[in-house]
């Protein structure tokens, strides 16, 4: 059998070659060379760009069609709404400059094909042409750089609210823990030099104030309503804490503390019945089902989003957004499970 | 009078340059014409199809981890046969391998290919051909710059061999990830190597570009004054000045980091736990990597940019039969690129716990360098109004390039956007953004680039027919590939995820990987015909004529034959622009520039 594959390929570059043969020997016949672009070529290709556009802008429009809806549901964050009218306002803003010139580009290259009758028109430049066409992104781009800066100040600002929760974020390779101030509010200080087995996230035992700190998890609850401001840790390379139902994400630094707040919307419970999410787990279940999976829930999670080795993939923790009543019955239950103060 | 003397000397000099020395005190030898060669011609062919091979092994490690993503867990014959038993056991890629193999994917495509191959290919060839000089100012440091160029791939693709595996950092070989061989198994020796290769790398890439500054500044034929220079010229001239400040700094970057991972220092570490003990390093940042890369990260962007937008203003005049829309403003926006590419690398690092104030700046900064951008684009565009455009496949891949430029470059507004970025950072999102720019456009810049100057590189012509075969099979399986990838970035998906089979919340994405792996691998094969092309052409592409796309800048003027120093005779005299195309009262629709101007007539370049 593979034999006759063998002879199949030899038939095949010597039919290859005899053919290459004749097309060179047939050069010398030909008035017109093989390189040069002819009527005809122009012609097709002038027909091509047109067709391309075509076919491209539908291809930009079955897409936005089919998959949009597999976009990340409504922001379920004070500022994650915000920052979602931005993104819309931005995302029309492009779209129609990206259809309209493609489309002019494609057409141009259409109507303007070449054939050996036609001349071109010298124009090699136009000042107030390039006036506007200087101005009026300018002018776009001053409109999105200061809404997008004015929320980022509002964002990126120290948080205000006093009811806020404090939850530390504490990444290593490969796994997040979460850990909360206790009664007295205060996250104890930290020192790397302490981590074992029981102090995972290397807390200093000589700071009272981590004495009644709290660890969770696998999971970690956050109440609605109430602004939430993370620190982040990291144990040893850069780790990444990413909560895209939130629209928060922020590097988490070994060496450093970085924050993000936000205040979350939707508990947990009001997600799942929430029309865009039902519709979107029924797409998740769909797929599941064919590959025999069973169907979920839906649940915010806590991703890793920054290479760190090979488990990177692998890095998840699941966020409960409770009621004011919940989040309190869960906080002080973690206290009774795990009081984690070293006794000096 | 002292003057006279000096003046009358000089001419004598000049006299004397202009006629080419003679060839029997420059016997050439196998080794001295096609190996180390110190002339620009052949320098540039080296540095093409080394890039070319480089691209080779660049695809084929992302065909093998697309397949990975698309059909996670799957056995694939071709995987175990390219990876064998140890990264490839049972046709499954190792995940430590998929690191690794992303890793080098994207820094030979940015590095080897796309400025070794486009920079070092381009500018080598076009820069004294387009000046009217002989060859380069230094054609010894051209030469050193190719083959530490050579020693540079030879050295990264070695360390895709070694047990512990290559660099598995990301291209970005973020600390400490990229510091502690604990952490991963390629910063071992992998890291190591990358490192070496990359220091010479940067001395290779100096080299050339000191040369090529020098070399325009003070080699241009008389006549050529900057504002008759084509805008490849230009495009160059800026490339080498960004490389030649920004690259150093990357230099100083891995410098630190060769310290930190070799001799106890802690520029890059704090307070890290790993491998069950407590390192000694403290005060250091990772942070402070980031910046020193992104400081010629970003640069080096536009570094790869640049010449394909030049080769673009070339390649579309000449097809379009007219001049370059607005020259000066063309001049204009790639100096404003060219400075703002230096104030804007920090939108790489908003989410990396810097001061939000400084993330402001380069916002301010990122969408700034969006106007010359667009300035670019429309240009284009209206250069081929109104024109008689002639479909070479280089044309073709020239219209690509603005595309792709627009696609890519929108979707950089919104990822400018320091508000926005929050929640695409590290996404998909990002990937299909800098594809798009780099992966489409510049690629394109390239493809039209060999296309366009094949016959003055081997004096024959490349197949059309089978160009144009390659340019629509790449341009809409290109788009197949990183189009969809916006919209897994909208959903959430990670950038560098083994798989997204873990993550119950990415199942129904499926379908969008397997359109994208589909077209990937179609697309790779496709690329076999531009190979193919290339390759057979070199050797028994029919012969070409001097000047086969009738186009007016001075490489057209040469002799088709490869000789040392360009012109047989004294160097051209340049006259006009380069762009006298279809101009009202000539008889043929271009004038090359060594056409003397007429009575009353006004030179493009003067005004």
């Given at each position: ?344 | ?45 080296q540095f093409l199809i080394t890039a070319i091979i480089m ?57 080897f290919v796309?400025?070794g191959g486009?920079?070092g290919t ?24 190719y083959?530490?160029f050579f020693?540079?791939s ?454």
């Open positions: 059998m593979s034999l006759l594959v063998l002879l199949a390929l030899v038939l095949l570059i010597i039919a290859g070659h005899q053919l290459l043969r004749i097309v060179e020997l047939s050069r010398g016949l030909k008035k017109t060379k093989e390189w040069q672009i002819t009527d005809s070529d122009n012609n097709m290709m002038g027909k091509a760009m047109l067709a391309f556009m075509i076919l491209f802008l539908l291809f930009f429009f079955w897409q936005v069609n089919r998959w949009m809806d597999r976009s990340l549901p409504p922001a379920a964050s004070e500022h994650g709404a915000l920052i979602d009218d931005l993104w819309d306002a931005n995302m029309w803003l492009i779209t129609v400059v990206f259809i309209i010139t493609n489309f002019v580009l494609f057409w141009f290259a259409y109507k303007y094909r070449g054939n050996s009758k036609s001349k071109a028109v010298f124009y090699p430049h136009n000042n107030k042409l390039e006036m506007l066409w200087t101005v009026v992104p300018a002018v776009a781009l001053t409109f999105i750089i200061i809404f997008g800066l004015k929320y980022w100040n509002e964002i990126m600002d120290e948080s205000k609210a006093p009811d806020k929760v404090i939850v530390e974020l504490y990444a290593k390779q490969f796994d997040w823990t979460a850990r909360y101030p206790g009664k007295d509010g205060k996250l104890g200080e930290s020192d790397f030099r302490q981590i074992t087995g029981i102090n995972s996230v290397g807390m200093d035992t000589s700071d009272v104030a981590g004495f009644d700190d709290l660890i969770a998890k696998n999971e970690f609850h956050i109440p609605v309503g109430r602004e939430v401001v993370f620190s982040m840790r990291s144990r040893d390379v850069i780790h990444s804490a990413y909560m895209p139902h939130f629209r928060a994400q922020m590097n988490c630094v070994p060496g450093m503390i970085t924050y993000f707040k936000f205040k979350p919307t939707k508990t947990t419970a009001q997600m799942r019945k929430d029309p865009y999410t039902v519709m979107m787990m029924a797409g998740i279940n769909k797929a599941r089902a064919i590959e025999n999976k069973e169907p979920i829930e839906f649940d915010y999670l806590l991703l890793c989003n920054k290479i760190r080795g090979v488990s990177h993939f692998n890095m998840q923790m699941q966020i409960v957004v409770d009621t004011k009543e919940d989040y309190e019955a869960w906080i002080s239950k973690i206290k009774a499970f795990k009081p984690l103060a070293i006794k000096q | 009078m002292a003057t006279t003397l000096n003046t009358g000397l000089e001419k004598e000099h000049l006299e004397h340059h202009a006629h080419v020395h003679d060839h029997d005190d420059h016997h050439e030898s196998f080794v001295s014409k096609y190996v180390f060669s110190m002339d620009h011609k052949m320098i540039s062919r691209a080779i092994v660049a695809m084929t490690m992302s065909i093998i981890f697309r397949m990975q993503l698309a059909w996670p867990g799957e056995k694939f014959g071709f995987i175990n046969a390219l990876l064998g038993d140890k990264w490839g056991k049972d046709g499954i890629l190792d995940p430590n391998m998929y690191l690794a193999l992303v890793t080098i994917h994207g820094t030979i495509m940015v590095f796309l400025t486009l920079s381009f500018s080598n060839l076009l820069i004294p051909y387009q000046i009217g000089a002989r060859d380069m100012a230094s054609g010894f440091l051209n030469m050193l710059s083959w530490f020693v540079s030879a050295i990264m693709l070695t360390s895709c061999f070694i047990d512990d595996g290559p660099a598995s950092a990301g291209w970005t070989i973020y600390p400490p990830l990229s510091a502690l061989p604990e952490a991963i198994p390629g910063s071992k020796l992998g890291m190591t190597l990358w490192l070496a290769s990359m220091a010479i790398f940067i001395v290779s890439s100096l080299l050339g570009s000191l040369n090529y500054i020098i070399t325009v500044i003070n080699l241009r034929a008389k006549g050529m004054t900057m504002t008759r220079l084509p805008l490849s010229i230009w495009a160059f001239l800026i490339t080498a000045i960004l490389g030649v400040l920004s690259f150093p700094v990357l230099f100083s970057c891995a410098l630190l980091l060769i310290f930190d991972r070799s001799f106890h220092t802690s520029f890059y570490l704090s307070d890290i736990y790993i491998g069950g003990r407590p390192l000694d390093n403290v005060g250091g940042s990772p942070v402070l990597f980031e910046h020193l890369f992104w400081f010629l990260g970003h640069p080096e962007v536009y570094i790869v940019l640049l010449p394909a937008l030049g080769i673009a203003s070339e390649v579309i005049a000449t097809s379009s039969r007219k001049p370059i829309f607005g020259y000066r403003a063309m001049i204009g926006s790639i100096l404003a690129i060219g400075f703002l590419s230096f104030i804007v690398w920090g939108h790489h690092m908003f989410m990396t716990g810097m001061n939000p104030f400084l993330g402001s700046v380069f916002v301010f900064t990122t969408l700034l360098i969006a106007i010359p951008s667009a300035v670019k684009a429309f240009n284009y565009i209206t250069t081929m109004w109104k024109g008689n455009i002639q479909f070479t496949p280089a044309m073709m891949f020239a219209i690509g390039l603005v595309s792709s430029f627009i696609t890519g470059g929108v979707t950089g507004i919104i990822l400018a956007d320091s508000t926005l970025d929050i929640n695409v950072h590290d996404t998909y999102f990002v990937v299909a953004h800098f594809h798009i720019v780099m992966g489409l456009s510049a690629i394109f810049g390239m493809f039209a680039g060999v296309y366009h100057w094949f016959p003055k590189m081997f004096l024959r012509m490349m197949n059309k027919k089978l160009g144009f075969a390659h340019f629509w099979i790449t341009i809409t399986m290109a788009y197949g590939v990183f189009f969809p990838m916006h919209f897994l970035g909208l959903a959430g998906v990670p950038r560098r995820y083994y798989t997204n089979s873990n993550f119950p919340m990415f199942d129904n994405l499926v379908d969008i990987n397997e359109i994208v792996t589909i077209c990937a691998i179609i697309g790779a094969l496709g690329q076999g015909i531009f190979l193919f092309n290339f390759f057979y052409s070199i050797f028994r592409g029919e012969k070409a004529p001097q000047n086969p796309w009738n186009a007016n800048t001075l490489e057209w003027t040469t002799p088709m034959a490869n000789i040392h120093g360009n012109w047989p005779g004294e160097l051209p005299t340049v006259h006009r622009w380069a762009y006298d195309y279809s101009k009202p009262g000539k008889e043929k629709d271009f004038v090359p520039q060594t056409v003397p101007l007429e009575e009353g007539e006004e030179d493009g370049g003067a005004h």
